[in-house]
């Protein structure tokens, strides 16, 4: 199977004096599931339209392989893209879109008519090759672009805001359908998405991408536990931040005075103290000594089935406190008096 690599070096694009994209650097290795993940006007389908060819970056250098394909023309990369609202031809039927790519290539009839029905066997779609794009669901349309796309056999194939058109619970279906049809292909993908949720249940590895700047790139947990900034911090989930003042060895701040955490180094000064919801306890009275324990006022509860999210006030700081619900528990009610539980080894330090 096609397994490329794809390397961004450097990459900047202005539209005029806008800069969009500033010094994109990103090694994609081959067969990664790849997704570019902020929030809208971040910059994500510029790079993914300049990946593809249609957008051209004023410096920099973009490599597939190890060749610079900068220079070359978008239908001769060898890179397909399936775009959000699809593209397919509404008076074709889904085997004439499907063909579509490999007609313009003037390949035999005999090998279209075979990599037709392998691309719509791949979706699921075999049985509806004479039907016309309109006689479709959103999920079939969605699977004939994708089907389209993968009949030319692409190097690297792109995915723009792929799940977009689809309603909440078709799209969950889908996401994991792609994921089992990327492992099974392998192929080199890269995804765009502004859905934090959808980046991390697919994605190998994800660029979070903020004012046309890459600001971290990882695996999943590796971005959610180790967020290197506020930004990350924040999109990625909800987090806790509280401001501190770190020197030798621990940091202090309004909720008290703890050790430094893991990994921090020997960093001092004004820092932001990050935490999940989740890593936060609630009790009417200090728990477990393994805590850092502060009296706090509860503000506000919201009930969501699988857990309870409190927002409490201790001292000048808000938190949010996510619990587990369990069958019967009455929780706590806004105004309640209680104190709640940082684990130490739950907390990161950000720069301030
Ligand atoms: P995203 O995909 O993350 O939503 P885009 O890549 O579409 O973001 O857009 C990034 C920025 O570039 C936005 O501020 C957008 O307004 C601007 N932009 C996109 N295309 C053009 C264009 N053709 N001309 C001028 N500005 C553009």
Known sequence: MNQAS???????????????????????????????LGPSGSGKSTLLRLIAGFNQHQSGELLVDGQDISAVPPHLRNIGMVFQNYAL????????????GLEERRLPRATV????????????????????????????????????TLAIEPRVLLLDEPLSNLDAKLRHH?????????KQLSITTIFVTHDQEEAMTTADRIAVMHQGVI????????????????????????INLVP??????TVASSLGTVGLPAGSGSRTGRVEIAFRP????????????SR?????????????????????????????????????????????????????????????
């Open 215 to 238: 600001q971290q790139v990882g695996a999943p947990t590796a971005l959610y536990d180790d967020p290197v900034n506020r930004f990350v911090a924040e999109f990625v989930g909800t």
């Open 113 to 148: 008519r075979e990599k037709v029905g392998r691309a719509l066997d791949l979706v699921g779609l075999a049985e509806y090759a004479g039907r016309r794009p309109g006689q479709l669901s959103g999920g079939q349309q969605q699977r004939v672009a994708l089907a389209r």
């Open 6 to 36: 794809l390397e961004c070096r450097h990459i900047s694009l202005s539209y005029g004096a806008t800069p969009v994209l500033r010094d994109i650097d990103l090694k994609i290795e081959p067969g990664e599931f790849f997704a570019l």
């Open 292 to 352: 850092h324990w502060v009296a706090a006022t509860v503000s506000e509860r919201e009930f969501l089935g699988e857990f309870v999210r409190y927002r409490v006030r201790a001292g000048d700081v808000e938190l949010i406190a996510d619990q587990p619900h369990a069958l019967g528990d009455p929780g706590f009610a806004p105004g309640a008096r209680v104190h709640v539980g940082v684990d130490p080894g739950q907390l990161r330090l950000i720069p301030a």
């Open 244 to 249: 501190g003042e770190a020197s030798a060895g």
């Open 89 to 100: 031809w509404p008076h074709m039927t889904v085997g004439e879109n499907v063909a579509f």
């Open 278 to 289: 989740h890593s936060v306890a609630l009790s009417a009275a200090p728990g477990n000594a």
């Open 174 to 182: 889908m996401r994991r359908e792609l994921v089992a049809m990327q």
